[in-house]
């Protein structure tokens, strides 16, 4: 069945950092939608950006992600970590079979000054 | 734009008994889900919804029914409620395959 995997369940790092949090799935469907998931502390998980286009970045506050099929990835990045970054992140997939998203295990974003 | 409330808040029941978590969403979507969220387990399907009346069980249905009547809600309950399924409920909504789902801020239950 499809699966998405999140190699990382806590990433910690310093204000001003790069951010990578690393998402792979698997799927047998040749066009798969990938998204990311952000859930701030006491809040519920809201989209921060998703994908259906092969070798194409998009970006949103911020942070940007591009699908490779080829290596059926997609790695959410950022320039520069902010406290206000951290977070719990979920890389999910979406396949045409049908409408449900799977998700990954998340990863755990610290920010610290 | 639209909003998804779940009801109620914060739920607090006794082993064995049965529990039920509403969700209402006036976003006009098809498709509704539910999903449980444990501490360090990500978010895990129960069951899902893509019309009135449909029920498809997700990864984690047993243990819990689901009723769908109307468009706008989607009921989920626990048949007989235990302590080691004490998390968050979080219900969802979208119009469809590809587009994004919307949360509702949750329900949170802790079993006695």
């Known amino acids: 069945g499809d699966s998405v995997t999140q190699t990382e369940g806590l990433v910690t790092l310093t204000e001003g950092l790069p951010v990578m949090l690393n998402c792979t799935y698997q799927?047998?469907?040749?066009?798969?939608?990938l998204f990311w998931y952000v859930q701030h502390l006491n809040e519920s998980p809201r989209l921060l950006l998703k994908?259906?286009?092969?070798?194409k970045r998009t970006e949103h506050q911020g942070f940007h992600a591009t699908l490779h099929k080829s290596s059926s990835s997609f790695h959410l990045q950022k320039s520069s970590a902010q406290l206000s970054d951290s977070a719990l992140y979920y890389c999910?997939?979406?396949?045409?079979?049908?409408?449900?998203?799977?998700f990954g295990q998340g990863t755990i974003l610290k920010v610290y000054l | 734009g639209g909003i998804i409330t779940q009801t109620p808040k914060f739920l607090i029941g006794q082993e064995g008994q049965k529990l039920t978590l509403k969700c209402q969403q006036n976003?006009?979507?098809?498709?509704m889900y539910w999903y449980r969220q444990d501490s360090g387990k990500g978010l895990r399907l129960i069951y899902y919804?893509?019309?009135?009346?449909?029920?498809q069980k997700g990864d984690l249905s047993e243990g819990y029914d689901a009723s769908r009547e109307k468009k706008s809600s989607f009921s989920l309950t626990v048949t007989s409620a235990q302590k080691n399924e004490m998390a968050v409920f979080l219900c969802?909504?979208?119009?469809?395959?590809?587009?994004?789902?919307?949360f509702g801020p949750g329900t949170r239950l802790t079993v006695l």
């Open positions: 969802a909504s979208t119009p469809g395959q590809g587009y994004e789902q919307y």
């Open positions: 799927t047998i469907y040749s066009n798969p939608f």
């Open positions: 994908s259906f286009t092969d070798n």
């Open positions: 999910a997939l979406s396949t045409s079979s049908g409408q449900k998203l799977v």
């Open positions: 976003f006009n979507h098809d498709t």
């Open positions: 919804s893509i019309t009135e009346n449909d029920l």
